[in-house]
């Protein structure tokens, strides 16, 4: 059976910084793409930050640029998003997910084959 599971999040203070961790259990990691994805109050879930299985060059959204950081370490199975200076904009719903394409941006929703069971960020101001 694949899962996703996230842990990290929780509530913070602008300008803190929180990471996200998601393991992979029933697959390796190693040859999918991986990406963030947030969906705050009242909006569609967007993607964050993305890292192709084929690219170390990730895709940062322009929001969260020079603040986000993705990372993958394959011998443990998990991916990891570093969030640094978090802005009241920043909360929402995160969620981790997996793909078997190369891409080089955050690719639709529906090419995504996993995905975690989001875990909460709420920044105050």
């Known amino acids: 059976q694949v899962q996703l599971v996230q842990s990290g999040g929780g509530l913070v203070q602008s300008g803190e910084s929180l990471r996200l961790s998601c393991e992979l259990s029933?697959?390796?990691?190693?040859?999918?793409?991986i990406g963030w994805f947030r969906q705050a109050p009242g909006k569609e879930r967007e993607g964050v930050s993305c890292?192709?299985?084929?690219?170390?060059?990730?895709y940062i959204d322009e929001s969260v640029k020079d603040r986000f950081t993705v990372s993958r370490d394959n011998a443990k199975n998990t991916m990891y998003l570093q969030m640094d200076n978090l802005q009241s904009e920043d909360t929402g719903v995160y969620y981790c997910?997996?793909?078997?394409?190369?891409?080089?941006?955050?690719?639709?929703?529906?090419?995504?084959?996993?995905w975690g069971q989001g875990t909460q960020v709420t920044v105050s101001p």
């Open positions: 890292l192709s299985r084929d690219d170390n060059r990730p």
């Open positions: 997910e997996v793909g078997q394409f190369a891409t080089r941006n955050c690719a639709p929703l529906s090419w995504w084959n996993f």
């Open positions: 029933g697959r390796t990691l190693e040859g999918y793409s």
